[in-house]
């Protein structure tokens, strides 16, 4: 069965950065995009970026190019999310999902991964 | 703001039906883009609940429906039963923004 299985919570200072994994299975990992979802504590879900595991290419929301970054290993069906100069209002859990194309739905998601941002 | 808009709340008792709007404008809904819903449960992740307007995912009760018209969507629940109660929202395409997936700002359902 298809699974996204994400890292675990982290505690960043303002300034940091945070690298967030999450591990594709069940599917054939190169056929599908990631896509990053976040929702901070009583706000709605905003969507980050994704990637391309089959050719490494990304996608970035305007208001998150610069900061964030999607790599992936395709050895080990992985992709990562980066986030840089955290500041509180980064804290959110986090999720990938998987989508089949661009304007496609999100039908499977990770169990997803809080980030706590505090000095 | 969101670029989709959806009622913050919404409410029903058991067995009524209930409706969430989703507006959008000629860059995603209106453009021909699929609207999709989710549900989120309290200390969850997201669950797919309609794709493509109107598909439901197999396993989804068909109490779920999806529609869309010009650059609106709604989501309609029939039967509601109390394990409904959630925060749904819908998502898109919008071709204005570089590409991105948008979502709407989300609506509360309470089952009285």
């Known amino acids: 069965q298809v699974q996204l299985v994400q890292s675990g919570a982290e505690v960043k200072k303002p300034g940091a950065s945070v690298k967030v994994y999450c591990k594709a299975s069940?599917?054939?990992?190169?056929?599908?995009?990631i896509d990053w979802v976040r929702q901070a504590p009583g706000q709605g879900l905003e969507w980050l970026g994704k990637?391309?595991?089959?050719?490494?290419?990304?996608l970035y929301a305007q208001k998150f190019q610069g900061r964030v970054t999607m790599t992936r290993d395709t050895s080990t069906s992985t992709v990562y999310m980066e986030l840089s100069s955290l500041r509180s209002e980064d804290t959110a859990v986090y999720y990938c999902?998987?989508?089949?194309?661009?304007?496609?739905?999100?039908?499977?998601w990770g169990q997803g991964t809080l980030v706590t941002v505090s000095s | 703001q969101p670029v989709l808009t959806q009622p913050p709340s919404v409410s029903g008792a058991p067995g009524q039906r209930v409706t969430i709007s989703c507006t959008g404008s000629s860059s995603n809904i209106g453009a021909g883009y699929g609207v999709h819903w989710y549900q989120v449960l309290p200390g969850t992740a997201p669950k797919l609940l309609i794709y493509n307007n109107n598909s439901r995912p197999s396993g989804v009760p068909d109490r779920f429906s999806g529609s869309k018209s010009g650059t609106s969507a709604s989501l309609a629940i029939t039967g509601l039963q109390a394990e409904d109660e959630a925060d749904y929202y819908c998502q898109s395409y919008d071709r204005s923004l570089s590409g991105s997936r948008v979502f709407g700002g989300g609506t509360k359902l309470t089952v009285l």
């Open positions: 069940g599917y054939t990992y190169t056929s599908y995009f």
């Open positions: 999902a998987r989508s089949y194309s661009t304007a496609s739905s999100l039908d499977y």
């Open positions: 990637i391309n595991p089959n050719d490494d290419s990304t």
